[in-house]
């Protein structure tokens, strides 16, 4: 199996997570903060996507689905454009609203879609080119596609412990 392969097996796993912490669950139950300062899991799954759509869309010299197909509208969220939530306050997780859970599916689902374009293309050596010269040592993109992973997969993981705490809640 080659690296790319193990890529888009895991990024089909978080995809089959994604749908199943979000399906069913209303819009009260997907903004539902355990605390004030938790996050919701409308919050986490939009996050994750967030990340993983600027991350991809900037190692591959791509535009963000965000905004190329227009779900920054969509969420009228009234968050900075580029905003992937990293840092939110209590009161800017609170933003993060939605009617359905379709609506983070749908956005995510367009987001795993142009990722698995992008891995589908991927060379063995093109996991060894450098994309971010911020850090030392500088990112290559073999490092940032694991980091994608682990965020989603962290934030997947939340997300479906918080909805079990509301279905046992509601039990």
Same mark, same amino acid.
């Given at each position: 199996?080659?690296? *790319?392969?193990?890529?888009?097996?895991?990024?089909?796993?978080? *995809?089959?997570?994604?749908?199943?912490?979000?399906?069913?669950?209303?819009?009260?139950?997907?903004?539902?903060?355990?605390?004030?300062d938790a996050n919701s899991v409308a919050w986490l799954v939009w996050h994750l996507t967030r990340v993983q759509d600027d991350h991809i869309a900037?190692?591959?010299?791509?535009?963000?689905?965000?905004?190329?197909?227009?779900?920054?509208?969509?969420?009228?969220? !009234?968050?900075?454009?580029?905003?992937?939530?990293? !840092?939110? #306050?209590?009161?800017?997780?609170? *933003?993060v609203r939605v009617d359905s859970g379709e609506m983070l599916t749908g956005y995510y689902d367009a987001?795993?879609?142009?990722?698995?374009?992008a891995l589908r293309g991927l060379a063995a050596k093109d996991l060894e080119r450098v994309v971010d010269e911020r850090w030392d040592p500088p990112v290559t993109l073999g490092v940032r596609l694991v980091s994608v992973l682990s965020d989603d997969l962290q934030h997947i993981?939340?997300?479906?412990?918080?909805?079990?705490?509301?279905? #046992?809640?509601? #039990?």
């Open positions: 199996m080659h690296a *790319k392969d193990v890529l888009i097996e895991a990024h089909s796993r978080i *995809k089959e997570e994604v749908h199943a912490a979000v399906e069913g669950l209303g819009p009260d139950d997907l903004t539902a903060r355990p605390t004030p900037d190692a591959f010299g791509l535009e963000q689905v965000w905004l190329s197909q227009d779900w920054e509208k969509r969420f009228g969220l !009234g968050l900075p454009r580029h905003d992937t939530g990293y !840092g939110h #306050s209590p009161a800017k997780v609170a *933003k987001v795993h879609e142009q990722t698995l374009d993981g939340q997300a479906a412990y918080l909805r079990g705490l509301l279905q #046992s809640a509601a #039990s």
